[in-house]
């Protein structure tokens, strides 16, 4: 059984069981009441991700669902994703690598109105994103 703790460096990453039933409390503070789930159509078949909802909206946060990540997703996916942030105070990346990455473009391109083509690359994400937090559900990426 691996003990709980917290890893805080910019911004932090918590470990520890039963930490997802605090995901409404742990992300309101930095998302906000207004979020975009990004997930896949595996994870919304586990159940994990209406127990994540769930916690969420009755901490006040307000969620909606992008549930159309597939692996290695597509520019379409992405700028899709981006299209539902920017109705959203802060993206949530829940699940396996795809998702995550989905959840961090989202984020970036909502706030930043960067043209996705012009951020590919070491360093080139220009601008603000959105908040973001990331829950992975794999331990390979």
């Known amino acids: 059984m691996m003990n709980p703790f917290s890893f805080n460096t910019t911004p932090s990453l918590r470990m520890g069981a039963g930490l997802a039933g605090e995901l409404g409390q742990i992300t309101r503070p930095i998302c906000g009441d ?23 909206r009755a901490a006040g946060v307000e969620v909606t669902l992008f549930d159309q990540v597939q692996a290695d997703p597509p520019e379409e996916i992405v700028l899709r994703a981006a299209q539902y942030a920017r109705s959203a105070t ?52």
């Open 34 to 56: 207004r979020v975009l789930l990004v997930t896949d159509p595996g994870m919304m078949a586990t159940g994990l991700v209406q127990q994540a909802t769930d916690c969420l």
């Open 90 to 141: 802060g993206v949530i990346g829940f699940g396996g690598g795809s998702s995550l990455d989905v959840a961090k473009l989202a984020a970036l391109l909502a706030a930043s109105n960067q043209p996705l083509a012009e951020a590919y690359g070491i360093g080139n994400a220009q601008g603000p994103r959105l908040p973001l937090v990331l829950v992975p559900t794999t331990a390979g990426t």
